[in-house]
């Protein structure tokens, strides 16, 4: 247990499904990252958050989109997603943004686009 | 792209102590080189970091090389739980981003 959760952990849906992907962290950080990780290809930045405000959006597509409602809660809203999308969505935290401070991640959510 | 090198597999006996080899010529003289590991289809599990002194903690050791060149991660008594895919990562200074590599794959035998 790292103190980082993620629901759901497995996820099925169709292309013009909706859904959203839930992150909570219990260890007081200020900064929150989501993370694809596609098979076969290295872990990859989405998005990060530091005090609830969005600090990187690293040209992801605009069916993902991101919510920060507090320091301790982060989102990943999906509408018309495609086959490829398919992957283990990472979100992790970290007590701040740009410091060296550890990054600490949730155990992920496995997601399939049919 | 990935400042770190490693090998993709790697064997161990059970009991045995693990030793997982980085380069990292490349690295410059204020970043942080970090392990991390991933066991099969799990988040990444943070393992230990350090600059320039060799650093140790209750799951590893890590040994550092005097010009910082390369690095070696050691698990001292290695267990079957301990297979998984380790990352050796340099940490870039100016966004203290986390670039991920390909990993070594460590198969700890009975």
């Known amino acids: 247990e790292t103190g980082v959760t993620q629901t759901p952990r497995h996820l099925v849906m169709g292309m013009t499904n909706k859904k959203s992907l839930k992150c909570e962290q219990h260890?007081?950080?200020?900064?929150m990252y989501w993370y694809k990780q596609s098979a076969k290809k290295p872990l990859e930045l989405m998005f990060v958050?530091?005090?609830?405000?969005?600090?990187e959006n690293n040209s992801v597509p605009s069916r993902f989109s991101p919510e920060c409602p507090n320091s301790s809660h982060l989102f990943l809203h999906l509408h018309t997603l495609q086959p490829e999308d398919s992957a283990l969505y990472l979100c992790?935290?970290?007590?701040?943004?740009?410091?060296?401070?550890?990054?600490?991640f949730g155990p992920g959510t496995r997601l399939l686009v049919l | 792209d990935a400042k770190t090198t490693q090998p993709p597999s790697m064997d161990c006996a059970e009991g045995r102590a693990a030793n997982l080899p980085c380069n990292h010529s490349?690295?410059?003289?204020?970043?942080?080189v970090y392990w991390y590991r991933q066991i099969h289809s799990q988040g990444p599990q943070y393992i230990i970091h350090?600059?320039?002194?060799?650093e140790t903690n209750e799951m590893a050791s890590l040994i550092i090389t005097e010009d910082r060149k390369s690095s070696t991660l050691i698990l001292p008594h290695a267990t079957l739980r301990d297979t998984a895919v380790y990352y050796c990562?340099?940490?870039?200074?100016?966004?203290?981003?986390?670039?991920w590599g390909a990993g070594t794959k460590l198969i700890i035998k009975p």
């Open positions: 490349t690295i410059s003289g204020n970043e942080y």
């Open positions: 350090g600059l320039k002194n060799n």
């Open positions: 260890l007081g950080h200020n900064a």
């Open positions: 990562i340099v940490r870039v200074r100016s966004n203290y981003q986390l670039i």
């Open positions: 958050y530091s005090l609830e405000e969005r600090v």
């Open positions: 992790a935290s970290s007590q701040a943004y740009l410091q060296e401070e550890t990054q600490y």
